[in-house]
């Protein structure tokens, strides 16, 4: 179902390689990804995650911090869905955590889904196919999805950029969106570590272009962050690791172990009408 990102024809297999008809022609890694990010248009040599922030994010989620969030992401989309082969595309999907856990949930269903995962950093790719080989991955971005129009039954995306005219633009007539934001409380003792003055996440409206929101699902729990290297993961995972005075990530070095709130937004969305 991918399609080509110079033509937007669609991508067959031939031999090692997706082709399509214009003669354009990707190669299949050995871990069974593809490279669809057009050389020009990935903003740097080496766009997304670094390999060092994959392993982090892997670290860190194969903790089971965020196991609960995956369930309940999981219940969500399976209660969405109305067909037992739906395609499923994750927007942003990273290192694989969540359509892996996704394609364990429906197979357990007896459900036949053909799962796509995208992400712009090639190392978190790469991990997502070997992770979860029944999936289909792509380096791509999500502002230019290589998907054709209308041929998607549902997308989701957790902590990703957002581009609803892209996922509007994919998705079936009456295909739905998933979302997962941060609420108010997320990760708070984390902050009261880094900074003097910690503030809560602004809540958001979560309206979009071109969908009706059709569930909201707060989602909160304590869990503990056992172990420096697993801390430090956490820590990488998040948009404090760029903006974090020192003094405030010396505190974090020194810690063991940190509990903390997980506080999510699921938010569910139906597209509707013509952007």
């Known amino acids: 179902m991918f399609c080509c990102p110079l033509c937007q024809r669609p991508l067959f297999v031939q031999q090692r390689a997706l082709c399509c008809a214009a003669g354009h022609s990707f190669d299949l890694a050995a871990q069974g990804y593809?490279?669809?990010?057009?050389?020009?248009?990935?903003?740097?040599?080496?766009?997304?995650?670094?390999?060092?922030?994959?392993?982090?994010?892997?670290?860190?989620?194969?903790?089971?911090?965020?196991?609960?969030l995956r369930e309940a992401l999981c219940e969500t989309i399976g209660a969405l869905c109305t067909s037992p082969s739906p395609a499923i595309l994750d927007a942003g999907c990273g290192e694989g955590y969540y359509i892996d856990g996704l394609c364990a949930y429906l197979q357990a269903l007896g459900w036949e889904p053909t799962l796509y995962g995208i992400d712009l950093s090639?190392?978190?790719?790469?991990?997502?196919?070997?992770?979860?080989?029944?999936?289909?991955?792509?380096?791509?971005?999500?502002?230019?999805?290589?998907?054709?129009?209308?041929?998607?039954?549902?997308v989701y995306n957790v902590f990703s950029p957002l581009c609803p005219q892209e996922f509007h633009r994919v998705l079936r007539r009456g295909g739905h969106f998933v979302a997962v934001y941060p609420a108010a409380r997320h990760l708070y003792s984390l902050k009261e570590v880094l900074y003097e003055h910690p503030y809560e996440n602004e809540e958001k409206s979560f309206?979009?272009?071109?969908?009706?929101?059709?569930?909201?699902?707060?989602?909160?729990?304590?869990?503990?962050?056992?172990?420096?290297?697993?801390?430090?993961?956490?820590f990488m995972m998040t948009p404090y690791y760029y903006k974090t005075p020192i003094e405030g990530a010396k505190r974090l070095a020194g810690l063991e172990r940190l509990r903390t709130t997980a506080d999510f937004w699921l938010v569910s969305y139906r597209k509707r009408g013509k952007l």
């Open 34 to 68: 593809v490279n669809l990010l057009p050389p020009n248009r990935g903003g740097s040599r080496d766009p997304g995650d670094n390999a060092g922030m994959i392993r982090a994010r892997t670290t860190f989620l194969e903790s089971g911090g965020y196991a609960p």
């Open 122 to 154: 090639k190392h978190g790719v790469r991990h997502a196919a070997r992770r979860c080989p029944k999936g289909r991955f792509a380096v791509a971005s999500i502002f230019e999805l290589p998907f054709s129009g209308h041929c998607l039954d549902l």
């Open 207 to 234: 309206e979009l272009e071109g969908f009706s929101i059709t569930g909201r699902r707060r989602l909160c729990y304590d869990f503990t962050a056992e172990g420096a290297q697993v801390l430090q993961s956490l």
